[in-house]
């Protein structure tokens, strides 16, 4: 498996050091809805995990949330109450929004408050090695004593330090340098350091996860391309400089998203939230938006894309609910050969896109040709063995589930509403036999009513549930 590593600018071949790979993942800062921008690395990253797995590649995987911040703080001020209920109450938010997006629970999912000693530790290990200071109740990192500052954003200090921000003041000994620590002030929350009353800086938090619960050095770290510079070349700094180790081996970056080819700002009146695009099109839309397309190219959302992603998955579920039904009327036998093999040609195209940096672009297209296939030679074909239509399921839910989608919408076989539909299915087709076609129009009305949707096939009737 090939990944594009933003520390080198080339595809190189992915092994993990160890037994499993150690994943860290940036999470969210928890003082609001999710918005979709933070929805594709989570489903992107998410797919890395599975396929990962797909492929017999243990993984340990984390990721943070970022529960004390100025963002936070500010919320909780302006609310009259404390910065830990507001972070407690996005954090519930949060695994509403991941779990309708078919997002895998990390193996650890650490706070930054839950890790105030490691981070105080890292602080002390960089002020003894002459990289970090204390100014006032503040810790800077010098930014300048870093040689290798600017290797992940490949760009030259100089460069960096005429684009800063923050021009220099009697607190910084250089506009680069950043805040490890941070002395209290009124209204934050603060915790004792031998610096005083204070919190951790932003970057430092990551760094002090990532060691704690994977290491000094990981495998890979992932996150949106916004933290290349300064975020992830901060932790890059701290870490290396503390721990004497490089710090992750690959680091992996997913594309912005545009709204109606716009860059998404809630000045521009363009900012939604999960929360909002589910409430109109659901989950598994936004992630199928997400991963059809290659991770590091740049995606557009608007309404008429997503209406398009509502109608793939509309082909994907009927494609599923076909073969079940074909299955119901397939004949014993053995599957056949030639569909075998095609089968295993789908799944080492399949794997082949996905080996070539994630690209699940190029998977999907292979999702699709598959589908093809199995409607044309499986669905609505008489003679065709139960073998071979369920290898073309096994197949379609074994790759579909790899990329995390056909979960939003259950199969047809919930017993009790499979047999209410069976049930006046039958008396439907008593109805017509004896052409009672009043009663047969009466009970296929009932069955729209209820959301169930008819279909007379030469096979017998083929039902389904009716999606918003």
């Not at 492929?55 to 109450?81: C, W």
């Not at 030259?156 to 000994?173: M, N, Q, T």
């Not at 190029?362 to 065709?384: H, I, P, Q």
Request: charged content about 30%.
């Amino acid at each position: 498996m090939k990944l594009y590593n933003t520390l080198t600018r080339e595809k190189q071949e992915f092994q993990p050091m160890g037994e499993e790979a150690t994943i860290y993942a940036c999470g969210p800062t928890v003082y609001n809805f999710i918005h979709i921008g933070n929805a594709r690395p989570l489903c992107v990253f998410d797919v890395l995990r599975r396929y990962m797995a797909y492929r017999g590649m243990p993984v340990r995987f984390v990721q943070n949330f970022t529960d004390v911040d100025d963002k936070i703080i500010n919320k909780a001020n302006s609310e009259g109450v404390s910065s830990t209920e507001i972070a407690e109450r996005y954090i519930a938010e949060y695994w509403t929004d991941a779990d309708g997006l078919n997002i895998q629970r990390a193996t650890v999912h650490p706070k930054a408050t839950e890790n105030i000693d490691e981070i105080i530790d890292i602080v002390k290990t960089l002020i003894d090695k002459g990289y970090a200071y204390q100014s006032g109740s503040d810790v800077y990192f010098r930014t300048l004593k870093d040689e290798h500052y600017g290797k992940l954003s490949h760009q030259p200090i100089e460069d960096l330090e005429s684009g800063a921000r923050i021009d220099v003041s009697d607190v910084k000994e250089d506009a680069l340098d950043f805040a490890l620590w941070k002395g209290a002030k009124p209204g934050e929350p603060a915790w004792e350091s031998p610096w005083g009353m204070g919190r951790p800086g932003w970057h430092i938090e990551c760094s002090a996860m990532a060691r704690r619960y994977l290491g000094k050095t990981i495998d890979i770290h992932c996150g949106g391309e916004d933290l290349v510079f300064p975020h992830h070349e901060n932790e890059i700094a701290q870490s290396e400089c503390a721990n004497g180790a490089p710090f992750a081996r690959f680091w992996v970056h997913n594309g912005f998203i545009n709204v109606d080819k716009r860059k998404m700002s809630k000045s521009l009146g363009n900012f939604f939230t999960v929360r909002e695009v589910a409430e109109k099109f659901g989950y598994e839309p936004i992630r199928y938006l997400m991963v059809s397309s290659h991770y590091r190219s740049p995606i557009n959302y608007s309404l008429e894309i997503m209406e398009q992603c509502v109608a793939a998955l509309d082909r994907l579920y009927t494609c599923r609910d076909n073969l079940n039904f074909a299955l119901k009327n397939a004949v014993d036998g053995s599957a056949d050969a030639g569909l075998l093999d095609r089968l295993g040609q789908y799944r080492s195209r399949f794997c082949a896109a996905m080996d070539d940096d994630l690209n699940t672009a190029d998977a999907m297209g292979v999702v699709f040709e598959m589908v093809r296939d199995a409607n044309t030679t499986l669905v609505g074909v008489d003679g065709v063995s139960k073998q071979s239509v369920q290898a073309a399921l096994d197949a379609l839910e074994e790759l579909t589930g790899v990329l995390g989608l056909l979960y939003e919408r259950g199969q047809e076989s919930d017993d009790d509403l499979t047999a209410h539909v069976e049930e006046l299915i039958e008396k439907r087709a008593k109805a017509r036999k004896e052409k009672n076609w009043a009663e047969a129009d009466r009970i296929r009305d009932q069955l729209k009513e209820e959301g169930i949707v008819l279909e007379d096939t030469p096979q017998g009737v083929k039902w389904s549930k009716k999606t918003v």
